[in-house]
């Protein structure tokens, strides 16, 4: 949630607040690294950070049915031209942002714009497993993160637009 926050807050609907190099790089930092934390913890099922890896196996089905449903997502067919793999719109969006990964971040393709992934599945993923493992296993978050999700992203929002903020007024 962190890095979509601050992603978010360098942008001012399609443009980017403080339009230079060192802002242009920074925003897109954000964006790259929410990317490959999606990876981590949602499509790597293998990674030491999936959710698989933390919440119980008796519980993975609910979590995942529950997780489907609260991302919401929509069909695309298609990225940049592109078939995208899967029947299901979760895996479509995987496939996207496994595009735009290896297209882009792993190494630069004969494609030469950059069709960005839209950040609010990432944000909706992220803010249903933090909820989940804050409301299931609160021993293990005591005294670190007793917030919600909500209340987290807009503390996140608030500090990344007070930051590019400072830094249009000088």
């Given at each position: ?16 607040r ?31 950070h ?21 991302l919401?997502l ?23 942002l ?41 021993d293990a ?26 830094r249009?007024?000088?």
């Amino acid at each position: 949630m962190r890095n979509i926050a601050f992603y978010r807050a360098c942008w001012d609907g399609h443009d980017l607040r403080v339009n230079n190099e060192f802002w242009k790089t920074v925003s897109g930092n954000f964006l790259d690294t929410a990317v490959h934390e999606w990876f981590k913890a949602f499509a790597h099922k293998r990674s030491k950070h999936h959710w698989s890896k933390v919440i119980p196996e008796s519980s993975h089905a609910a979590f995942e049915h529950d997780l489907l449903a609260h991302l919401d997502l929509a069909p695309m067919p298609t990225y940049n031209g592109d078939e995208l793999e899967g029947a299901h719109p979760y895996e479509q969006f995987n496939d996207l942002l496994r595009k735009y990964r290896d297209k882009f971040l792993a190494h630069l393709d004969d494609e030469l714009v950059a069709n960005l992934p839209v950040t609010e599945p990432m944000r909706k993923g992220a803010e249903f497993l933090f909820d989940y493992l804050t409301t299931t296993q609160p021993d293990a978050f005591s005294g670190y993160l007793m917030q919600t999700s909500a209340d987290f992203f807009d503390g996140l929002s608030e500090l990344g637009r007070a930051e590019v903020n400072r830094r249009e007024a000088t």
